[in-house]
C-alpha cells in the first residue's frame, strides 16, 4: 500500500521545514533546559502562531484555519521531528480539544482565541498521589455551593503547572454513586486564591513535573465543562486525544537517524556498532515506521470523524515503548560514554542519549501505564472480558 499526501500538503510540509530550519538556533537542542529558555520558547510560539499554525485545524471563528486534520498532524511532525519547543500542547491538543467538543459556547469565545494567539498556557490536573492508572479512584473534591465549587485535594505529575495560566481538572462532585459517575470536569484558573504549585524534580534533571494542592479553591460555575458528575466520558476522550499524537514517533525516528549518522561517522572507532547493534539500529528504523503508520491511522480515523479509543492505546503503548527501546540501544552503543551529560565535551550527540534514556523510564507510566493501554485494547479492542 503507498500513503501519499496532496501537493498541497507537501508544499505546507516544505514551508514548515523551511521555518524551522530559519528559526530554530544552529546550536538549538530540546533538552532538560527548556524551562531556562522559556523566553525563546514564549518567542517562538508567539511567531508559530502570528502565522495561523498552531491550531490549523480549529474552526476559523476560534482563531484556526480550517485545515483537515492530515495538516495538523503534519505541522505536529515537523515540530517534533525538529525537536522545536512546545509551550503550550496541554493548550493546543487537550484544553482545546475538550473546549471545541464539549464546551459552551462563552467558553469557547474565552479560551481558544487566546490558546491560538499563545496569550496562555495551560496544564492537565487529572492524576493524583492515590490515584493514577485507577484515575477513578481520584479523592480530589469539588462540593457544589451553587454559584461556585469549593475544592480540595492534590494533582501531581502534571507537566508545566508552575508556568500554566489554566488547568484543565477531575474533580469528584458526588462521593455517594459509583466512582466513575460521581467526577466533574472543570477548567481552573492557577492563579485563583488557595492553589499551590510545587515543581518536582526529576531523574532527568528537570522539575517540569509539578504537584497542585488545592486549599478551598473557588471555581466558578461557568468553568464547569459539560453536565456535572459526566466528567469521567470527557477525561476519557481527552487522554484518547493525549495518546494519538504523532509527536512521539517523529521524536523517536530523528533519534533513531541521529544513532546511525553517529555510527556511521564513528566506524572503525570505539563507537563502531556492533553486529547486534547494527541489527537493532535496522530494526528501530522498521519500528518507527510503525508507529508513524499508527499514529497515521488515527489522524484518518479522526479525520473521518470515527471514535478512536483502543487505536490510541495502540499508538500509545507502541510509541513510547519503542522509545524506551531506542534509549536502551543508544546507551548499549555509546557505552559508559552515554551516560555523560550534555554540557560535558566528552558527551557523543550533546548527551541527548542520557536524557532520552532517564526521561523515557516514566514513558510507560505518564497517560496511562502499559498495563492499562493493554486492557484497554483487550476490551475494547479485541472484545476480551475481565480476569476473574
Known sequence: MRFTFTAEDERFRSEVRRFLSDELPADWTLGEDDDSRQEFTNYFQKKLAK????????????????????????????????????????GVALAGSILIAHGAEEQKRRHLPAIANAEVQWCQLFSEPN????????????????????LNGSKVWNTGAHLA?????????????????????????????????????????????????????????????????????????????ERSAISNAAGSKRMVEQLLAFAREADGGWARPTPIIRSSLAQLEIDVEVARMLSYRVAWMQSAGLPFSHEASVTKLYTYELAQRIARTGMTMLRLYGQVEGASKWAPLKGKVERVYLSTVASTIGGGTSEIQRNTIAGRGLGMGKAT
Open 165 to 241: 495560566d489554566w488547568g484543565i481538572l477531575l474533580a469528584r462532585t458526588n462521593p455517594d454513586v459509583p466512582k466513575h459517575k460521581g467526577i466533574s470536569y472543570f477548567l481552573l484558573d492557577m492563579h485563583t486564591p488557595g492553589v499551590i504549585v510545587r515543581p518536582l524534580d526529576t531523574m532527568a534533571g528537570d522539575a517540569r513535573f509539578c504537584q497542585v494542592y488545592f486549599d478551598n479553591v473557588r471555581i466558578p460555575r461557568d468553568c464547569l465543562i459539560g453536565q456535572q458528575d459526566q466528567g469521567w466520558y470527557l477525561g476519557a476522550s481527552t487522554l484518547n486525544t
Open 51 to 90: 502565522k495561523g499554525w498552531l491550531v490549523v485545524a480549529w474552526p476559523k471563528e476560534y482563531g484556526g484555519q480550517e485545515w483537515p486534520v492530515w495538516r495538523q498532524m503534519i505541522f505536529n511532525e515537523e515540530m517534533s521531528y525538529a525537536g522545536a519547543p512546545r509551550a503550550n500542547s496541554s
Open 131 to 150: 490515584a493514577g492508572s485507577d484515575l477513578a479512584s481520584l479523592e480530589s473534591n469539588a462540593v457544589d455551593q451553587g454559584d461556585f465549587f469549593v
